[in-house]
């Protein structure tokens, strides 16, 4: 995490340095969403260890498990702590959904081993649906079902793609991937890392010292969504007798900072940011600590 925190601080710098701005990092997060994180996920099962298939039902089955266990506790429990009942929604979302694209993966790889994305691409499948179900309703509240529907096209979005190959490869036992091809996804898949910590330094340069303190509830929501609800969902799927690699990656990967798509649902559902940035940029930080602290005692 050390290591991450000064390419995040590389980001930063550039920002001030005007060597990356709103556009550029708009569209290297369309690179790395769309390209290079797909192609780190198909990657992940080209390596040197094969990712073992029989994990993938209960793995997708963990995922799903996990973000119906999470959206009953994030819908309720704001309600104990934040009094302004039109906020309660965005403390939802922060609480339910965390950065697995930009951060999650590579932690994973960096604490589990190249494979371990694999493992986390499909842990994330009920995570990248949710977003777009559970996660607009949190923003829009009762008026949800008025403005929006279900895009199906989400189930076709690169990253989903690039997981439903990565489980045919497994399945089909594909394990000697001709190099020609295996390589370049690798390299083109090593981009994700340093241009997600990239972007999120930048985007940090960019926020007014201000907007960066936030308020009490925040760091009340940062708690919970960084230490308190990842360790209760360890403990509840020791209970039922999960796999321990699964959980610990599981566990790992809800531990996240908050998802970047909050800020991206505020612009275009015309909501107001500034409790969204300040949750994004507060998680982000106190997750340099909240991280390593996972690992150590699930990982």
């Avoid at 895009?151 to 497994?170: D, E, F, K, T």
């Avoid at 308020?215 to 403990?235: A, D, E, N, Q």
Wanted: aromatic share 10%.
């Amino acid at each position: 995490m050390l290591i991450m925190l000064l390419v995040v601080m590389v980001g930063f710098v550039a920002q001030k340095c005007r060597l990356m701005g709103e556009v550029f990092e708009r569209q290297l997060s369309n690179l790395i969403i769309n390209l290079t994180c797909p192609c780190l996920i198909l990657s992940s099962v080209m390596g040197d260890v094969f990712p073992r298939s029989e994990l993938i039902l209960p793995l997708l089955g963990v995922g799903f498990l996990t973000y119906t266990v999470l959206f009953i506790v994030c819908s309720l429990l704001p309600r104990f702590y934040v009094n302004a009942p039109t906020l309660r929604g965005m403390h939802s979302f922060m609480l339910m959904f965390g950065n697995v694209g930009f951060i999650g993966y590579p932690v994973a790889a960096s604490i589990f081993g190249g494979e371990a994305v694999f493992y986390a691409s499909l842990l994330n499948v009920a995570n990248t649906l949710s977003v777009f179900i559970c996660g607009v309703y949190f923003m829009l509240g009762a008026e949800a079902t008025e403005h929006h529907r279900f895009n199906w096209r989400v189930l076709y979005c690169p990253g989903l793609v690039a997981s439903y190959l990565s489980i045919l490869i497994v399945l089909l036992g594909l394990s000697h991937i001709p190099r020609e091809l295996s390589v370049p996804l690798r390299l083109v898949g090593d981009i994700t890392v340093p241009g997600s910590l990239l972007i999120i330094g930048s985007s940090i340069a960019a926020i007014s010292p201000r907007r960066m303190l936030g308020t009490p509830t925040v760091y009340v929501t940062s708690l919970f969504r960084l230490l308190l609800i990842p360790g209760c969902m360890y403990l509840l799927l020791r209970a039922l007798g999960i796999d321990e690699t699964i959980n610990r990656i599981n566990t790992i990967l809800i531990g996240m900072p908050v998802a970047s798509f909050g800020t991206m649902f505020c612009l275009r559902y015309q909501r107001d940011d500034t409790l969204m940035v300040q949750g994004t940029l507060i998680t982000t930080i106190l997750s340099v600590i909240t991280i390593p602290l996972l690992t150590l005692l699930f990982g």
